[in-house]
DNA sequence: GAATACATTGTTGTGCACATCATCGCGCAG
DNA sequence: CTGCGCGATGATGTGCACAACAATGTATTC
């Protein structure tokens, strides 16, 4: 083999883990777009394991709705329509919101570095737009976000529904649905606005500020949708 | 064959359910402690299967957090301590709000006769009270003022907190650290004042009088709890 | 007598062969 | 040409044997 210096003795915890958040990556990124069948036996060779370990993993990401197997068939990313979408969006301006109304902790110095570094990315993105740089920036950025409760609960909550949503905003994108120049200059925009929230310690503005962007983004990409779907 | 009768044919999905059910109902309704070994080998015998699927069952419940398999020691039920217990009430008795903001509907002809049903079982519990039974019926309350709200992801995430959570709190009425004969008094009070506000139709009363009694439950049993846990 | 090394035991994790199922395409009858 | 039956194909689901691992008890050595 060639070097494999960081293959550290992997635990079955670790390898688990592994796969677990390549895989969700992939479909969140849209590197499996809904409606994509994965194989098991390509993805476990891939991972130089046996079907039987990714199953495991096939099966949790079943769980958390991003998957479906059907015997026989395949295994497929999962595609939601408008009308769940939009109970999901309805329910995770709530959650966004309470973000900053429970346990809520002000960013420590490495938090607030993370945010500096997350603000330069979105500037360099107008300048250089890329949708799945793009689609990773924003999913720092709300993973950064969340740090800001210490309600774990709450965390894996948001975490769980915005893997469920962000896939499907993101389609609209590349389907030229909704213009990427514009929405990573709103983004920039959002960003900006909660960084200014946050460095006068208001964790309840940013947090509304959030919510307003999440509300407005849901609502240009139905807006963009011409009618069916 | 023979005569399967109620065996209608059995898809591995069907069996799949009702393996994960009865697992979680276990789990939820105390026959499973929290800390019990479960044995994967006698599960699997007791569903008439192989581990093979059994676990597939474990997995996803590992991944909502009532399961936790440690390699080469076994699959233990998870406790938590008081501290994420209480993160996990407070996100509660937002969502149980929410249930009467979000989408919510109007009980139809059979939910009606649902609640009346669950009245008359929770009067009768009064005179002849017994745990297990006790925590029967408050999760089929709980689930049956879910369906108030046709929000599905809201529904989801209330459900698999009442599911984290319940447990920990039945524990309590176990040890008798809060009176059993209290509790149900209090619930039944609580059904019959959700009950009146739903007659009115006032959807979002019902709601904070849930909201309210989530709250006191926990705060009695965290007062019940000496000083540890 | 105490501490340590080691074998034993029982558990979850893995790999593989096969069963079961759904789909597709070919062949045949009408 | 069309419709139907059926076998081939490839996917997920299942069962079993074994590997990896942790805990316990025991023997051995200092």
């Known amino acids: 083999m060639n070097f494999e210096i960081t293959d550290v003795t992997q635990s079955a915890r670790d390898r688990f883990e592994r796969m677990y958040q390549e895989i969700r990556n992939r479909i969140c990124l849209l590197d499996y777009a809904p409606g994509t069948r994965l194989s098991e036996e390509a993805l476990a060779a891939e991972f130089g394991t046996s079907r039987t370990p990714l199953r495991r993993v096939l099966v949790r990401l079943e769980g958390e709705g991003l ?7 395949g295994t497929f990313v999962t ?18 919101e309470l973000t900053g109304k429970l346990d809520p ?13 997350l603000a330069d990315r979105s500037h360099a993105m107008v300048a250089d737009p890329d949708p799945r740089r793009f689609a990773q920036l924003n999913m720092d950025f709300f993973l950064a976000l969340l740090r800001l409760t210490a309600n774990e609960p709450l965390r894996e909550v948001s975490e769980r529904l915005y893997f469920q949503t962000t896939r499907i905003w993101l389609k609209s994108v590349f389907a030229s649905r909704i213009d990427l120049i514009d929405e990573v200059d709103v983004f920039c925009r959002e960003v900006d606005d909660i960084l200014r929230a946050l460095k006068i ?25 011409p009618a069916q779907m």
């Open 79 to 96: 595609d939601v329509e408008i009308e769940e979408l939009a109970q999901t969006y309805r329910l995770r301006l709530e959650l966004a």
């Open 201 to 225: 310690g208001d964790l309840h503005a940013a947090a509304l500020i959030q919510r307003a962007h999440i509300s407005m983004s849901f609502e240009r990409m139905r807006k963009g949708i």
């Open 67 to 73: 998957l479906q197997s059907v015997h026989g068939v």
């Open 105 to 117: 902790v002000a960013p420590d110095e490495e938090l607030w570095a993370d945010f500096l570094r």
